[in-house]
């Protein structure tokens, strides 16, 4: 099975855990990890997209292709909002950025009618990623072990969400572990 | 299929990785710095082109589609690559991004390629 998981997690220290033990299951041959980002929801309500420090130019890119992916896994009205406010994402300076309004009341609205949808509390942090899996069991296991929370959405239904346009859902995602400095694990 | 065609397999997926990686590296810098790093990356790309094209012939259907895909993007890598070297200004800058885009299609074909292989493995100890 193609999927796109959202794993969510207490902080930022605990979402480089499970970002790690994602790539980890992949050097075991268990799972195959395509690409993978690590976002944060700061005590404003404002989400961040960490990044590899880049072009601008392709950074904004990350902002908005980042962007249309967890609005797609927010659920059906989350990917409509998050592809539209897109554009209203700006510029990461070393990798942050910050994502409009829209997309928070689409979240806070789809978990009203989805409680299985990916929802981002204030001050939470989760990890992004698009995977290869045989069963579910694998990463649900060693991300509870580690205190995150998976959410999944099939890279089918994904590709079928009419609101991305051109974007290709997991082509902002790093396709190797990435942890900016300053996070150790 | 045999420990080192996987082997082989890993190997070209972390090649295409780190063509990633090197090139949004490049892509942070400025002026003549990115050029010396795109030049690397070109021969790089050019390297792992064959070794993709080494590969195909000892998968499975599913493995070889991938990686005949991840062959078309690897040699749009190579001709963005080339068009960034001759460019400059905001043509320069367009075959920068389209050379980063061509480097992660090419890292997400390489990436499913191993996906199917692991897979086709695994129903196959199961019997």
Same mark, same amino acid.
Request: charged residues 25%; proline residues 2%; neutral net charge.
């Given at each position: 099975?193609?999927?796109?998981?959202?794993?969510?997690?207490?902080?930022?220290?605990?979402?480089?855990?499970?970002?790690?033990?994602?790539? $980890?299951?992949?050097?075991?041959?268990?799972? #195959?990890?395509?690409?993978?980002?690590?976002?944060?929801?700061?005590?404003?309500?404002?989400? $961040?997209?960490?990044?590899?420090? #880049?072009?601008?130019?392709?950074?904004?890119?990350?902002?908005?292709?980042?962007?249309?992916?967890?609005?797609? @896994?927010?659920?059906?009205?989350?990917?409509?909002?998050?592809?539209?406010?897109?554009?209203?994402?700006?510029?990461?300076?070393?990798?942050?950025?910050?994502?409009?309004?829209?997309? !928070?009341?689409?979240?806070?609205?789809? $978990?009203?009618?989805?409680?299985?949808?990916?929802?981002?509390?204030?001050?939470?942090?989760?990890?992004?990623?698009?995977?290869?899996?045989?069963?579910?069991?694998?990463?649900?296991?060693?991300?509870?072990?580690?205190?995150?929370?998976?959410?999944?959405?099939?890279? #089918?239904?994904? $590709?079928?969400?009419?609101?991305?346009?051109?974007? !290709?859902?997991?082509?902002?995602?790093?396709?190797?572990?990435?942890?900016?400095?300053?996070? @150790?694990? | 299929?045999?420990?080192?065609?996987?082997?082989?397999?890993? +190997?070209?997926?972390?090649?295409?990785?780190?063509?990633?990686?090197?090139?949004?590296?490049?892509?942070?810098?400025?002026?003549?710095?990115?050029?010396?790093? %795109?030049?690397?990356?070109?021969?790089?790309?050019?390297?792992?082109?064959?070794?993709?094209?080494?590969?195909?012939?000892?998968?499975?259907?599913?493995?070889?589609? +991938? %990686?005949?895909?991840?062959?078309?993007?690897?040699?749009? %890598?190579?001709?963005?690559?080339?068009?960034?070297?001759?460019?400059?200004?905001?043509?320069?800058?367009?075959?920068?991004?389209?050379?980063?885009?061509?480097?992660?299609?090419?890292?997400?074909?390489?990436?499913?390629?191993?996906?199917?292989?692991?897979?086709?493995?695994?129903?196959?100890?199961?019997?």
């Amino acid at each position: 099975m193609h999927n796109y998981i959202a794993v969510i997690f207490k902080d930022t220290r605990k979402a480089y855990k499970g970002l790690h033990a994602l790539w $980890q299951l992949d050097a075991e041959g268990i799972v #195959t990890v395509h690409g993978t980002t690590v976002v944060h929801r700061d005590e404003r309500g404002e989400f $961040q997209v960490d990044t590899k420090e #880049t072009h601008p130019a392709l950074a904004t890119a990350v902002g908005v292709g980042v962007g249309a992916l967890l609005g797609a @896994l927010a659920g059906p009205a989350g990917a409509a909002v998050g592809a539209a406010g897109g554009a209203a994402i700006g510029a990461a300076a070393g990798g942050a950025v910050g994502l409009g309004a829209d997309l !928070m009341r689409a979240d806070t609205r789809d $978990q009203a009618t989805d409680e299985t949808a990916f929802v981002l509390a204030a001050g939470k942090s989760a990890v992004i990623a698009d995977v290869s899996e045989d069963s579910t069991s694998a990463i649900d296991t060693r991300m509870r072990e580690l205190g995150g929370i998976v959410r999944r959405r099939s890279w #089918t239904t994904l $590709q079928d969400d009419v609101w991305f346009g051109d974007y !290709m859902p997991g082509s902002y995602l790093l396709p190797y572990e990435y942890i900016p400095p300053g996070h @150790l694990l | 299929m045999s420990t080192n065609t996987a082997k082989d397999l890993d +190997h070209v997926r972390t090649a295409a990785q780190d063509l990633h990686r090197a090139l949004s590296d490049a892509a942070a810098k400025r002026g003549e710095a990115v050029k010396a790093d %795109l030049q690397a990356v070109a021969q790089k790309a050019k390297a792992v082109t064959e070794s993709v094209k080494a590969t195909i012939s000892v998968q499975n259907e599913a493995t070889k589609k +991938h %990686l005949q895909e991840a062959v078309v993007d690897f040699e749009a %890598l190579q001709k963005h690559t080339a068009e960034a070297l001759k460019n400059s200004g905001q043509a320069f800058e367009a075959s920068i991004r389209q050379t980063l885009a061509d480097a992660r299609a090419s890292a997400q074909s390489v990436s499913e390629a191993v996906a199917a292989m692991r897979s086709a493995q695994s129903t196959k100890s199961r019997k």
